[in-house]
T-cell receptor
């Protein structure tokens, strides 16, 4: 069946450096891809999403890149800060209104001061 | 404004007992989702409600699990005859539009 997976379970980054979190997906029919951040003891927090007809979208200090050819999604965090330490999940969903959202297993980002 | 709230925050129950978990979504959000998250794992979809449409129950792991949403607002997830493998954090999310979910803090369920 379709799945959304992550390449690396843990990523350690020096404070101030840029972080890149990767995600692979297998459902070519996915229309929206979403990144969530989950801090310890809290529910996931929406960061940014991107539609399948786009290949790049920028937010505040974050950029999401989508490569549909290789079914790859990445989240780039600029100038990583200690507050960015969390688990990051990619998720995908179909089109046509509210749909079941499928989450990946998560990447833990550790920021080294 | 108020976010999604869930109660209780922690629940310890004995194997075989029934439990009810409550979710209060953000007012005006038409969709509501339930997920389960085991320690160190991703989110497992359980069920979602959208307006007056029939809920999508495709993620419920067994018939011991059920959920209701009353008046298009508050939702209750019920687990009957709890088993140890039901131990997890149960997360609720509400959504104002299809691709943006706002999560509550979760209910940590421990079945002893």
């Amino acid at each position: 069946g379709e799945s959304v997976g992550l390449h690396l379970p843990t990523l350690s980054v020096q404070e101030g450096d840029n972080s890149i979190i990767n995600c692979a997906y297998s459902n070519s029919a996915s229309d929206y891809f979403i990144w969530y951040k989950q801090e310890s003891g809290k529910g996931p927090q929406f960061i940014i999403d991107i539609r399948s007809n786009m290949d790049k979208r920028q937010g505040q200090r974050v950029t999401v890149l989508l490569n549909k050819t290789v079914k790859h999604l990445s989240l780039q965090i600029a100038a990583t800060q200690p507050g960015d330490s969390a688990v990051y999940f990619c998720a995908e969903t179909g089109s046509g209104g509210y749909q079941k959202v499928t989450f990946g297993t998560g990447t833990k980002l550790q920021v080294i001061p | 404004g108020a976010g999604v709230s869930q109660s209780p925050s922690n629940k310890v129950t004995e194997k075989g007992k029934d439990v009810e978990l409550r979710c209060d979504p953000i007012s005006g959000h038409t969709a509501l989702y339930w997920y389960r998250q085991s320690l160190g794992q991703g989110l497992e979809f359980l069920i979602y409600f959208q307006g007056n449409s029939a809920p999508d129950k495709s993620g419920l792991p067994s018939d011991r699990f059920s959920a209701e949403r009353t008046g298009g607002s508050v939702s209750t997830l019920t687990i009957q005859r709890t088993q140890q493998e039901d131990s997890a954090v149960y997360l609720c999310a509400s959504s104002p539009r299809a691709y943006e979910q706002y999560f509550g803090p979760g209910t940590r369920l421990t079945v002893t």
